[in-house]
């Protein structure tokens, strides 16, 4: 089945993931122009990759639930896609 994903999630002070439950889509993520400050996402060897805000990068076939970022309180995550 395929179905639009389209979330703002808001950003914490300590890890999170993008989603609570799995959720394989091809998505947009984007930090806001309007962020305050970077948003740290956890590489895969567990360092922090800080992504600048306005920054934004496409993924296909990824794991939301596996995605984990932080960051300062008030800023913003957008995703945008669907699970085709």
């Known amino acids: 089945m395929n179905n ?3 979330r703002k999630v ?4 300590n890890y999170q993931p ?7 889509a091809s998505v947009t993520i ?4 309007a962020n305050t400050g970077d948003v740290s996402f956890k590489g895969d060897d567990g360092s922090d ?7 934004w990068h496409y993924f296909k076939s990824v794991d939301l639930g596996q995605i ?3 960051g300062s309180v008030g800023d913003q995550v957008i995703i945008v ?3 085709w």
């Open 49 to 55: 990759v800080p992504w600048a805000p306005g920054q």
């Open 68 to 70: 984990q970022i932080k």
């Open 81 to 83: 896609g669907g699970t």
């Open 4 to 6: 639009i994903v389209m």
């Open 18 to 24: 993008l989603v609570a439950e799995r959720l394989v």
């Open 30 to 33: 984007l930090t806001p122009p």
């Open 10 to 13: 808001a950003v914490t002070a």
